[in-house]
């Protein structure tokens, strides 16, 4: 578990393809691996990676094909920089959002446009994401926790301030340039919680629903019916 406050950005050194899948090492920089050991967990531009060997300025990791096919990662080159944050101690501080590492899909910046001394930043997420994707809510880009200042279909806006802008990767982008997109986990889990018991159906719709929105005591154009503790 993350908190999508990046800690230090790192550069790819090597890259090994076998079988199908990746070998990436990555040199870490000013981030400190003294209290990290083999098996935990480094979010690599949104990804959560398992530190498999820790050559002393960095630490190699596996990517599986699953991964590969569902994230940025695969078209990293040696030289690209990466947003890096170790995983949460009982002792962190929760400063942005709670983020798995777990990417829900690519997305494109489509521009970005000076805003006093921020960056405003258009980004177009997948069509399937959308629904997830809230004015104010919280979102996940290459490891870094965002606020959503204003969304339009499947494209939404970020303001970048100065220092996300120098302490992660958002000085590299250019429109064009494809981003992990994690949506915030409260979201995802909604989505299936509302579903109840049909869950289990394979059959079962996927999303939100007026018919299952009001099994679950809301009624459209009115406040939440009393004494009914809507879990909407």
């Known amino acids: 578990m993350f908190t ?13 393809p076998g079988g199908g899948d990746l070998r ?10 003294d209290d990290v050991a083999l098996g935990d967990s480094i979010c690599t531009n949104g990804v959560c990676l398992t530190v498999i060997e820790l050559p002393g300025d960095g630490y190699w990791a596996d990517v599986s094909v699953e ?24 002792a ?24 006093g001394r921020s960056v405003r930043v258009t980004v177009a997420a997948p069509a399937s994401l959308a629904k997830y994707i809230a004015h104010k809510g919280s979102i996940c880009v290459d490891g870094t926790s965002l606020t959503v ?19 992660t990767v958002f000085g590299d982008y250019r429109s064009g340039s494809r981003v992990n997109l994690e949506v915030d986990v409260i979201a ?25 929105l009001a099994e679950n005591g809301f009624i459209p154009g009115a406040g939440h019916p009393a004494g009914t503790g809507s879990k909407v």
């Open 67 to 90: 991964t590969l096919n569902f994230t940025t990662l695969g078209k990293l080159g040696p030289g690209a920089r990466v947003n890096l944050e170790k995983a949460l101690t009982p």
């Open 149 to 167: 200042n204003a969304v339009h279909g499947a494209r939404f806006e970020l303001n970048i301030i100065p220092q996300t802008m120098a302490e």
């Open 92 to 115: 962190s501080r929760l400063g942005g959002h709670i983020v798995s590492g777990h990417v829900d899909g690519v997305g494109q910046v489509v521009s970005l446009q000076e805003d």
């Open 4 to 16: 999508g406050i990046i800690q230090a950005v790192g550069t790819v050194v090597a890259l090994q």
């Open 24 to 33: 990436l090492r990555i040199n870490t920089g000013k981030l400190p691996l």
């Open 188 to 212: 995802r889990y909604l989505e299936r919680l509302v579903l109840g018991d049909a869950a289990a159906d394979p059959q079962a719709a996927v999303g939100l629903s007026l018919a299952t």
